[in-house]
């Protein structure tokens, strides 16, 4: 298949939440590196999907996609970094005004 269109399956991470897996249908996960499958975890089959380079997806472009699994074999997509500010408001007490 070109890198025009590709069917890609979509894995999440055993171990790691919002961590996913972008690979070739065709392929699966056998050319992902076995350091990295270690760290991953069993892959978790949670999506098929006919990706074109110009398919926009929630944290990542089709296109983005399509070019690491032609290069390498696979696209992670790692958790969005946790943003500490926002964890302050939890964190800090609050005073009710009467």
């Given amino acids: 298949m070109s890198l025009e269109q590709r069917l890609v399956q979509v894995f999440k991470s055993s171990k790691?939440?919002?961590?996913?897996?972008?690979?070739?249908?065709?392929?699966?996960l056998a050319e992902v590196p076995e350091e990295l499958m270690s760290r991953f975890g069993e892959g978790i089959s949670v999506m098929l999907l006919?990706?074109?380079?110009?398919?926009?997806?929630?944290?990542?472009?089709?296109?983005?996609?399509?070019?690491?699994?032609?290069e390498q074999g696979f696209y992670l997509q790692l958790p969005p970094a946790k943003d500490d500010s926002m964890l302050d408001l939890y964190k800090t007490p609050t005073e009710a005004i009467y």
């Fill in 16 to 28: 790691k939440d919002e961590m996913y897996l972008y690979v070739a249908k065709e392929a699966g």
């Fill in 50 to 70: 006919m990706l074109n380079k110009e398919k926009q997806l929630a944290r990542t472009t089709g296109e983005k996609v399509l070019t690491a699994i032609e």
